[in-house]
């Protein structure tokens, strides 16, 4: 509260009123679409006869981050990014290298490939030229 009270006195009180309203809303936002998606991971799961705890952890991440945007506060909300950057580094580009190159070492080493050949021993004694 006391950075609000900060905030407000830096601009305005409209300002920091602002700022808060944003916010719910953008943690509603958050917690409402994670919610629709984890409904649906959940579906595709129990169909598939899978268990999603990898996701589960990331929705979790959201859905924290959701609950800090909601509670005013400046240090609230710098924790929410934290949480929601956290959650999101699965569709950042680096993580997409990661898991591409990770999946391709698996493929050659489970692809049993065998390069075969033979070889000849040859003497050097008996092939030098005097």
Known sequence: ?????QLGAKTSALTA???VFVTIIFGIAIIRYQGLALIFELQ????NGKFLSRALGKDLWMV????LF????????????IF????LRPYTGDAQLDRKHNNNSRKDQDSGLVID???TKVDETSHTDH
């Open 1 to 5: 509260m006391f950075t609000l009270i």
């Open 17 to 19: 009123l602002g700022y």
């Open 44 to 47: 595709n799961a129990r169909k």
């Open 64 to 67: 924290v981050s959701g609950l």
């Open 70 to 81: 909601i509670i005013p506060g400046l240090v609230s909300d710098f924790f929410a990014l």
């Open 84 to 87: 929601l950057i956290v959650s």
């Open 117 to 119: 050949g033979s070889y």
